[in-house]
């Protein structure tokens, strides 16, 4: 009788790889990406070559394709901006063709809550046939640019993005990094992706127009920023701050630069660009403000918002023994004294802000990691928040700092 070969062969295949053996096949490998950002001035003046720059395909001569979006309180404020617009791009039109009227979308937070934007970003790029190698060229603050750039990153799998930042808040912080997204399911950015811009482009002449409430939102990121890695910015928003408070730009510009290169070179240098493996220090105090804006349906701005984490988890981080309490003060005055609020009466709902901490760890991923600033300058996470003591700090900061909840106006 033959041999049954086949079941032989399967019984040969056993010997070879027995259940539950495991056979990896693969490398690591890289994407090189380069980050972009330039400071600059009257970006849309026609004689200005930076945006030129930016777009032209050199090897082909071809103008490549571009779609505008721009926030419509931006132009609100400054309504000659289509205009400005149009007439660089017809003085380049050699270089740059526009496939559609510019898209003119809701700011603030209201581009982020709903799809909206999002959807209408996906359809102009399919109506204008806007390909990999097309641009979108989005003009707002820091929601407004999260949302076209989520649109951006998930057509064609990712089309180059050039980020025209428009508001202090923008330039230093939400418009440099490489996030993009909107939010879902009643949580900050559920929906989201890691894609670095093509660009960033900070005009200093964008930021004149700014309400002063706008203006100064920003600085909690400066502050932020300082207290866990420069002493020496920390230090020069102390001594400027209320000179800042009052809409100073020249002041601001410095401040507003050396924010934006800490979170640049927290990006590129910080071995974990798209948060793969650990969290992020420059998330420093959102745990909080992400549940606060929340808490108050986003009528608390998110640069308030964040100030208030700040100033919760430093003097949190003073109750616990990690930072003194002169550091924490002099934080809380710096902020105070920068115009911006470091209580809300939503404070008091310490049960529903602490369901933000669960949140932070799902967006994080993993272990639950809050930034604490140890020193001006220095930082460690904590893996735990006590419940009680955090609702001590809390109804402090009610209690204490009042005539703080917002000096400028109410919310």
């Not at 937070?109 to 959807?119: I, L, Q, W």
């Not at 089309?159 to 923008?170: G, Q």
Request: proline share 5%; glycine share 8%; with cysteine.
């Amino acid at each position: 009788m033959k041999p049954n070969r086949r079941c032989t062969d399967k019984a040969d295949a056993r010997q070879v790889i027995n259940p539950g053996t495991q056979q990896e096949r693969g490398a690591d490998f890289e994407v090189p990406f380069r980050h972009r950002m330039h400071f600059t001035r009257d970006i849309f003046e026609p004689s200005h070559p930076l945006l030129r720059q930016l777009i032209e395909d050199t090897e082909s001569g071809q103008p490549r394709r571009v779609i505008i979006a721009v926030d419509d309180g931006l132009l609100r404020a400054r309504p000659e901006l289509l205009d400005e617009m149009h007439e660089y791009i017809a003085a380049h039109r050699d270089a740059i063709r526009l496939s559609t009227d510019a898209l003119i979308l809701p700011g603030g937070e209201d581009a982020k809550n709903t799809s909206d934007v999002f959807n209408t970003v996906c359809q102009a790029i399919h109506d204008g046939k806007i390909c990999r190698r097309s641009y979108v060229i989005a003009i707002g603050g820091g929601a407004l640019l999260d949302a076209v750039g989520f649109a951006a990153a998930c057509t064609h799998r990712g089309v180059r993005l050039i980020r025209l930042p428009s508001t202090t808040l923008a330039q230093a912080d939400a418009g440099v990094g490489v996030k993009n997204g909107i939010n879902a399911f009643g949580k900050k950015n559920f929906l989201g992706s890691f894609a670095p811009p093509w660009a960033i482009v900070n005009d200093q002449r964008m930021l004149e127009t700014l309400s002063m409430r706008d203006f100064r939102s920003g600085f909690s990121e400066a502050v932020k920023v300082a207290l866990l890695k420069d002493v020496t910015l920390f230090e020069s928003l102390e001594r400027d701050a209320q000179t800042l408070c009052n809409g100073d730009l020249e002041r601001a510009t410095p401040i507003i630069e050396r924010t934006a290169e800490l979170h640049i070179d927290h990006i590129v240098a910080g071995g974990d660009p798209f948060e793969l493996t650990r969290a992020r220090p420059l998330d420093f105090g959102h745990w909080a403000a992400h549940k606060l804006e929340q808490m108050t349906n986003f009528a608390l701005p998110h640069g308030e918002a964040v100030s208030i984490g700040l100033a919760l988890d430093t003097l949190y981080a003073t109750r616990i023994g990690l930072l003194d309490s002169s550091i924490s003060l002099r934080t809380i005055d710096c902020l105070s004294r920068l115009g911006l609020p470091v209580s809300h009466d939503r404070l008091k709902d310490v049960p529903t802000l602490l369901t933000g901490l669960e949140e932070f760890r799902e967006h994080l991923g993993g272990q639950l990691a809050i930034t604490m600033a140890i020193d001006i300058g220095k930082y460690i996470e904590v893996h735990e928040i006590d419940p009680a003591l955090l609702e001590q700090v809390a109804n402090e900061l009610v209690d204490v700092f009042p005539g703080r909840t917002n000096r400028h106006g109410t919310l």
